[in-house]
């Protein structure tokens, strides 16, 4: 890894940590946020998946609009560090935790 590439991991981590702490006060169901990239092709390769507890979480969560607000807040933090997110149907996913 490049020190570029070691620096926008930094970053990253930072960055996906403030949204974690937000979701897990004021989402139900909310359990944690992780990332994947291809430094080669940043930040197109971005994908930020957040995880819940169920099912249902993901449902009241996009039934309620909550889904387009941590969509939004994702992509502003990363912002503020320069990071573009340019297709946020796409790089960020929602999962059930297993």
């Not at 990253?12 to 291809?38: M, P, S």
């Not at 430094?39 to 971005?46: G, I, R, V």
Request: with cysteine; proline share 1%; net charge positive.
């Amino acid at each position: 890894m490049k020190k570029s590439d070691k620096k926008i991991e930094k970053q990253l981590c930072k960055t996906l940590t403030e949204v974690c702490e937000f979701a897990l006060e004021d989402i139900n169901g909310y359990q944690w946020i992780t990332h994947r990239v291809k430094f080669d092709s940043f930040p197109k390769s971005l994908v930020v998946t957040c995880a819940f507890a169920s099912q249902k979480h993901i449902d009241e969560l996009i039934e309620s609009g909550q889904a387009a607000l941590l969509k939004k807040l994702i992509m502003e933090k990363l912002n503020e560090v320069n990071i573009k997110i340019d297709d946020a149907n796409k790089q960020i996913k929602w999962m059930v935790e297993a």
